[in-house]
C-alpha cells in the first residue's frame, strides 16, 4: 500500500478540488456513474499491469474488448444461452491474446509491434462480423441480462462488484503465486530468469493469453450491462488503459507492478474526464489531458529514478 499512497492522495486532492469548486461532482449518483464509467477500462488495466511488468504493451487490447463483445453479442441473437455466449466469449478473448501471443514468440517481436498489426486486423474484422451496426440482442429476459445491470443495495453495479473482485484476485496472482513471481522476474532481468530456469516466452504467452481474456470478461460483461455493443466501442481505450497503469506507479521498465496502482490510476483518468464537463470544458480535450498526464508520470518516474541512483552512487562513493 504505500507505494499506492501518492496516487490515492492525487485522486483524493483532485477530487476535494473539483468538489469544492462544483459541489454537484460530489453527488453520490455522479460518483457511481464514474464507477460505472471505470469498471470495463478498469478490467483492462489490471491486465495491462503483468504486460508491462514484463516490459510489453497489448494495442489491440480495446479491439479484443470489442470483438469479444460483438461475439457474445451474436451468439446471443442466434439464440445461445446469455450466460453460455458470455463464456465463449471470455474464451475468444483468450484465443484473441493467445494469437498475439504466438505471434510474438514466433517472430521474436515485441508485443508493441505486433499488436500494432493485429490492432488493424481486429478491428476489420469486428466491423466485417457486425457489419458497422450495433449488435443488440433481442431478448433480454436472461438472468444474465438482470446480473450484469443489477446493483447491489441499490447503490453498487454488479459489474463494479466483479471489476473490484476481479482486481483483488489478479493483486494476489502477482504477488502470491508462481505465475507473479515469474512475470516480475522475467520484467526484472530475462537474462537472470531464462538462468533460473525460466521459460521467458512462455510466460510472455501466458501473459498475452491472460490479457485476452480479460478483454473477453470486459466485453461479455459489457453486452450484459449495455443491453448491446456500437462497432466502434473500445477503439479509443488503449490510451486510457496504459495511462492509468503508468499513473498507477507500474514502471515501464518492468520487474513490477500494482495492481491497486492502476485502477486508481483509472479513477484519476474518470475524475479529470468527468471534471473538464463539470468545468464547462469541451469532453474533446479529455483525450489531450489523458496524453499529457501520462508525459508527466512518465517524467516524473524518470525523474525518481535519476535521483535514486545518484544517491545510490553517493553512497557507493562514500564507501
Not at 488503449?238 to 500494482?258: D, H, N
Amino acid at each position: 500500500m504505500p507505494d499506492e499512497l501518492g496516487v490515492i492522495v492525487a485522486l483524493v486532492v483532485m477530487m476535494v478540488f473539483i468538489g469544492v469548486a462544483r459541489p454537484r461532482f460530489l453527488n453520490p449518483l455522479n460518483l457511481l456513474t464514474l464507477l460505472g464509467h471505470t469498471t470495463f477500462l478498469g478490467m483492462l488495466a489490471v491486465g495491462m499491469v503483468f504486460l508491462l511488468a514484463i516490459r510489453e504493451i497489448d494495442l489491440s487490447v480495446g479491439w479484443m474488448f470489442n470483438l469479444s463483445a460483438v461475439v457474445t453479442a451474436l451468439l446471443m441473437v442466434a439464440g445461445v444461452n446469455p450466460w453460455l455466449a458470455a463464456f465463449i466469449g471470455i474464451l475468444f478473448g483468450a484465443l484473441l491474446g493467445l494469437f498475439n501471443g504466438a505471434l510474438a514468440v514466433i517472430l521474436r517481436l515485441p508485443a508493441i509491434i505486433v499488436t500494432l498489426g493485429t490492432y488493424s486486423m481486429f478491428q476489420g474484422l469486428s466491423l466485417v462480423v457486425d457489419n458497422s451496426r450495433a449488435v443488440v440482442p433481442q431478448d433480454q429476459t436472461s438472468s444474465f441480462f438482470t446480473f450484469a445491470s443489477a446493483k447491489i443495495g441499490k447503490i453498487m453495479p454488479v459489474t463494479g462488484a466483479v471489476f473490484l473482485v476481479l482486481a483483488i484476485a489478479m493483486h494476489y496472482v502477482l504477488h502470491r503465486t508462481r505465475f507473479g513471481y515469474r512475470v516480475q522476474a522475467v520484467g526484472s532481468n530475462p537474462e537472470a530468469a531464462a538462468l533460473a530456469g525460466i521459460s521467458n516466452a512462455t510466460v510472455r504467452l501466458q501473459t498475452l493469453v491472460h490479457m485476452g481474456a480479460i478483454c473477453g470478461l470486459s466485453g461479455a460483461l459489457y453486452v450484459g450491462f449495455r443491453g448491446a455493443i456500437d462497432p466502434n466501442e473500445g477503439s479509443d481505450f488503449v490510451l486510457a488503459v496504459v495511462a492509468a497503469v503508468i499513473i498507477g506507479g507500474t514502471p515501464l521498465s518492468g520487474g513490477s507492478g500494482t495492481v491497486i496502482g492502476a485502477v486508481i490510476g483509472m479513477l484519476i483518468i474518470q475524475v479529470i474526464s468527468s471534471g473538464l464537463i463539470f468545468f464547462g470544458i469541451d469532453a474533446t480535450w479529455s483525450t489531450f489531458v489523458t496524453g499529457a498526464v501520462i508525459v508527466i508520470a512518465v517524467s516524473l518516474d524518470q525523474l525518481v529514478k535519476y535521483q535514486r541512483n545518484r544517491r545510490a552512487e553517493r553512497l557507493k562513493a562514500g564507501r
